[in-house]
């Protein structure tokens, strides 16, 4: 598996959504930066990368899908970690 840079949006409001994406990247040994849209920070670049609030919502080397969606999760963390240029 290559080098990713991921991130996973959470919130409090849905915590049982968050919590298996969670487990989800921890089963997988992905490590990740998380960030909780209560912060004012994460909350702000959660509404510029997808224009909502919607958690969780993981950002894998800058591409972004919100939802916990285990197939295309697994699309993003099977291939090969692009170079952003």
């Not at 968050?18 to 909780?36: F, M, P, S, V």
């Not at 702000?44 to 609030?53: A, D, S, V, W, Y």
Request: charge should be negative; glycine fraction near 10%.
């Amino acid at each position: 598996m290559g080098d990713y840079h991921v991130t996973l949006f959470v919130s409090p409001w849905n915590k049982s959504g968050c919590d298996e994406a969670k487990d989800y990247l921890e089963a997988k040994g992905i490590q990740y930066q998380e960030k909780n849209t209560q912060d004012h920070g994460a909350r702000g670049e959660l509404l510029n990368k997808t224009g909502g609030l919607d958690t969780p919502t993981i950002d894998v080397n800058g591409h972004v899908v919100v939802g916990f969606l285990p197939e295309k999760w697994d699309h993003l963390l099977s291939e090969e970690p692009l170079e952003l240029t």
